[in-house]
C-alpha cells in the first residue's frame, strides 16, 4: 500500500527537522531510553550516516564505502548548531536525489523485495519518523503522532520482517494473523503458514482470526519496540509477533 513518492519525502524532511530541533548544547548527551546505549548525539549520527548512505546506494546501485559519507561535526563549542545542519543538509540532498529519480528504475538496497529506486523514499521515511519520536522522548517531550503511521505498518510486514528473515535467519511466529488499525479502518492478514511471509489486504473470511489491534500509532510503537500495546496483546500470536520486533 505503498504511497506516493511525494508524501514520503515531504515527511523525511518534516521529521528531520523536528528532530534537528531537540539537539541543544544541553541535550546533546541525553539518553535515548528507547535506543538503550545512546545519547542524542549518537541518535543524530546515525540517522545522518543512514541518509547519506542511502543516497548514495540509490544513485550508484550499489553499497557504499563507509569513506564516501562525509561525517558528522567533531565535539566542540558549537556543535550542536553544525550538528542540526549537517543533519537537515543530509536529509535535503537524499529527498532532491530521490525527488529526480523514478520510482521504478533499477538500484541497490538491502531488502529482499524488487530492487527499485521506490523503496529509499519509504524506508528512509520511516526511519526517521521512529527515531524522531526516539528523540523527542529523550529530550521530555510527549512523542508526535505518525501521520504515515498505517503505512509504517504495512512496511514492517512487506519490507522489514522479509529483512530480518533474510538477514538474521529468524524465524517469524507461524500461523495467520488478522492485523486491524482501529483508526485508520484498515485491516490485513498476514500468513506464515508456507515459506514465505505473505500480507494481504484482509477479506471477509478473516475475521475469525486471533488479532493484533490498536490504534495505528500504537501498533507502530509496539511493532517497534518503542513502548507496549496499551491494553497488552490481543492474541497469543500478537505477543509473539511484537516480541519478534523490528531490526
Do not use: K
Request: glycine share 6%.
Amino acid at each position: 500500500m505503498a504511497l506516493t513518492t511525494g508524501r514520503y519525502l515531504d515527511s523525511i524532511t518534516s521529521d528531520t527537522a523536528s528532530l534537528a530541533a531537540t539537539i541543544t548544547d544541553e541535550t546533546l548527551d541525553a539518553d535515548v531510553p528507547t535506543c538503550p546505549g545512546w545519547t542524542l548525539r549518537d541518535l543524530a549520527h546515525h540517522l545522518g550516516e543512514v541518509q547519506r548512505w542511502a543516497r548514495l546506494a540509490a544513485v550508484t546501485g550499489a553499497p557504499p564505502q563507509d569513506d564516501a559519507i562525509d561525517p558528522p561535526p567533531a565535539p566542540g563549542p558549537d556543535e550542536a548548531r553544525a550538528l542540526q545542519e549537517w543533519l537537515t543538509s543530509g536529509a535535503r540532498a537524499l529527498v532532491d536525489t530521490m525527488r529526480d529519480l523514478d520510482p521504478a528504475a533499477p538500484t541497490w538496497h538491502p531488502f529482499p523485495v524488487p530492487r527499485v529506486a521506490g523503496v529509499w523514499p519509504r524506508r528512509q521515511a520511516h526511519e526517521v519518523a521512529v527515531h524522531r519520536w526516539d528523540a523527542q522522548r529523550a529530550v521530555g517531550e510527549p512523542g508526535d503522532a505518525f501521520p504515515l503511521a498505517a503505512d509504517f505498518v504495512a512496511e514492517y510486514f512487506e519490507v522489514i520482517v522479509p529483512r530480518v528473515i533474510d538477514r538474521d535467519g529468524r524465524t517469524p511466529p507461524v500461523g495467520r494473523l488478522r492485523v486491524r488499525l482501529t483508526d485508520a479502518g484498515t485491516e490485513w492478514a498476514v500468513d506464515t503458514t508456507e515459506r514465505d511471509v505473505r500480507f494481504t489486504a484482509s477479506a471477509a473470511a478473516d475475521v475469525d482470526l486471533p488479532e493484533l489491534t490498536g490504534s495505528a500509532d500504537d501498533v507502530v510503537l509496539a511493532l517497534w519496540r518503542r513502548q507496549p500495546l496499551p491494553g497488552g496483546p490481543t492474541s497469543p500470536l500478537a505477543e509473539q509477533w511484537l516480541e519478534f520486533g523490528g531490526n
